[in-house]
């Protein structure tokens, strides 16, 4: 499903990646491991299309994507960051943001897209967050918790079911209750043979629940 093959990649004359190939299988879970600096999110925004690599080939399902950029590369990767503030837009509201979830691969517009049909769809994934989020559909963004901001973003990057989806620390940031909610709603996607996930963290205890599969930067 994800195949990388001879990459390298430098920053300020900084050896970050030489000759790295990676193989993964569709539906595997992937926890990514390491310290600081040792490149993970720079795996990762190789992965998305934010940065390109000095060399190599970057497949998936063997297309290459190698220097595609990341808006079209939008239709494989859905991608959550430790930040809750970064996957969502305040200034809109719930329904709003998972429209433009919905749309990110689509020409149709806004308007479009927020029809009753739609609506239904959204409370119905929205009642599996087990947050009341359901019957806030008109609210701002910027009024949810850290927690429920997460679980948002979180349910915006797998609603059209991305090939791959990237775990960027993405319960660091949350109180203990917060995070527990984030990794049942992980662990759902887990059990979605359809996505292949990759996940960073560095918390021993979620590296136990969720360890099947490995990799490890230095």
């Known amino acids: 499903m994800l195949k990388i093959e001879n990459l390298h990649k430098n ?8 000759n790295f190939n990676l193989n993964i299988c569709k539906g595997e879970f992937v ?5 600081n600096g040792a490149g993970k999110s720079t795996l990762f925004n190789l992965i998305s299309g934010t940065i390109f690599p000095d060399s190599g080939n970057i497949f998936m399902y063997e297309k290459n994507v190698t220097f595609l950029p990341e808006h079209k590369r939008a239709k494989y990767v859905g991608r959550v960051f430790q930040d809750p503030l970064r996957g969502t837009s305040p200034n809109f509201t719930i ?87 984030i990794l049942i709603l992980t662990e759902k996607i887990k059990e979605n043979p ?15 629940r969720f360890g099947e599969n490995f990799i490890i930067i230095q």
């Open 194 to 208: 359809e996505i292949t996930t990759l996940m960073i963290t560095h918390n021993k205890e979620i590296e136990k």
């Open 31 to 35: 926890t990514i491991l390491g310290g």
């Open 95 to 181: 329904e709003e943001n998972l429209v433009i979830a919905t749309l990110k691969n689509s020409k149709r517009n806004l308007k479009f897209a927020s029809n009753k049909q739609n609506r239904e769809h959204f409370k119905e994934k929205l009642s599996q967050l087990e947050m009341n989020l359901e019957n806030r559909l008109n609210d701002k963004v910027g009024l949810l918790s850290g927690g429920q901001r997460q679980a948002l973003t979180l349910l915006m990057a797998t609603i059209c079911e991305p090939r791959i989806l990237l775990l960027d620390e993405h319960t660091a940031a949350l109180d203990t209750k917060s995070q527990e909610k």
């Open 11 to 18: 920053f300020n004359e900084k050896v970050v990646f030489e």
